[in-house]
């Protein structure tokens, strides 16, 4: 069986691969193909090659998954920025990790002044800008079928920069450079964590999408044919109400959030 969102677009493609809890928005397993392989070509367009970087800063929201799985086959290093940085910070992780592009939204206008006066010559895509630099614009001019140098991509994490500059963690190479090669973490998943591999999964994801354990669950639960419910942000009530609501059957939690439940 293979475990990848490419596979379960072509036998499940009405199948939700994300809602988000506040806005109700959804997207299925054929949309996000579709998106995915226009964001591929996308980062080709902007001469971003098999091993290149991009960075993104962006709150939670569901084009975050386009960025992920379109990396995913595009062979190259998607190097997420924590919501929380300044723009001193975001602009030193752009330039030590030599992304030659930023994608983000207009949620962070506030600071990409400042990160364009640190990184010149940066190539910047903005969700909801409507203006040049539109991302949705830019992504829609791309075509829906797959680039035809399709690799398996990796995610750099940095980081906190608790002691000095935040550091990168670069990751291995994939060992098999097929995107739709198995993953040690479906594995664990599977066999550890006893997730269900026959898509019914509905994983309920807390958290912000830059850290590490998000953005690797919710990749697996995408490799395993799942829903991932995502929320904006985290908030108790509303975390119990979409549990209920979505019938969530999987999760992942840290300490702070059960800290604020029981508050």
């Not at 709150?59 to 924590?82: C, D, H, K």
């Not at 929380?84 to 207009?106: C, Q, V």
């Not at 949705?136 to 797959?146: H, R, V």
């Not at 098999?176 to 026959?198: E, F, I, N, S």
Request: aromatic fraction near 6%; proline fraction near 8%; hydrophobic fraction near 45%.
């Amino acid at each position: 069986m293979s475990m990848h969102p490419i596979a379960h677009a072509a036998t499940r493609p009405d199948h939700p691969a994300v809602i988000m809890t506040g806005s109700g928005q959804q997207i299925t397993y054929g949309e996000m193909e579709a998106e995915s392989n226009r964001f591929a070509h996308l980062l080709r367009a902007h001469g971003i090659a098999a091993g290149d970087a991009f960075a993104v800063l962006l709150e939670n929201r569901i084009e975050y998954f386009t960025l992920i799985w379109g990396s995913q086959r595009a062979g190259t290093m998607l190097v997420p920025i924590s919501s929380r940085l300044t723009a001193p910070e975001a602009a030193y992780i752009i330039r030590d990790a030599e992304a030659k592009l930023l994608i983000t939204s207009g949620y962070f206008t506030g600071m990409l002044d400042a990160i364009r006066a640190e990184c010149p010559g940066l190539a910047v895509l903005v969700m909801d800008s409507g203006d040049a630099e539109d991302f949705a614009a830019a992504l829609a001019a791309q075509p829906s079928s797959p680039i035809p140098d399709q690799s398996a991509g990796m995610v750099m994490l940095y980081s906190s920069g608790t002691t000095g500059r935040p550091k990168g963690i670069r990751p291995a190479p994939p060992a098999d450079p097929d995107p739709q090669a198995a993953v040690p973490l479906v594995g664990l998943a599977v066999m550890g964590a006893g997730m269900p591999t026959d898509g019914s999964m509905i994983y309920l994801s807390p958290a912000p999408l830059y850290h590490a354990a998000p953005i690797g669950w919710c990749s697996v639960v995408h490799r395993l044919g799942g829903t991932v419910v995502m929320m904006e942000k985290f908030d108790p009530e509303e975390a119990l109400k979409a549990i209920e609501r979505h019938k969530v059957t999987d999760s992942q939690w840290v300490p702070t959030h059960f800290v604020r439940f029981l508050k």
